[in-house]
């Protein structure tokens, strides 16, 4: 704010990081890893649905990975390959 004469130029660089942010968290990001670790949709729901009951809102948050590591743990462990063919979509 010290730097610069208007306000419109202070605020120019945290906005454009801020847009820039939210562009690759909601677009870019769940893209390319939807396209890679392809995930059954209700799996998914009914995942963050129980560990968000059992972990509250740190259970939300790690109830896709958790997910995602269950999937390729069984994706690489022939007796378990139907299970990850369930996980899948």
């Known amino acids: 704010m010290a730097t610069f004469h208007h306000i419109g130029h202070a605020i120019l660089v945290p906005v ?4 820039l942010a939210t562009l690759e968290g909601t677009l870019f990001s769940p893209w390319i890893v939807g396209r890679r670790m392809t995930l059954n ?7 963050l649905t129980f560990w968000g009951f059992m972990w509250g809102i740190l259970g939300v948050l790690l109830a896709v990975p958790l997910l995602v590591m269950l999937k390729i743990f069984c994706d690489h462990i022939e007796p378990l390959a139907p299970i ?5 979509r």
Do not use: H
């Not at 990850?84 to 899948?88: I, P, S, V």
């Open 16 to 19: 454009s990081y801020l847009a």
């Open 41 to 47: 949709p209700v799996v998914v729901f009914a995942g």
């Open 84 to 88: 990850g063919e369930f996980l899948a």
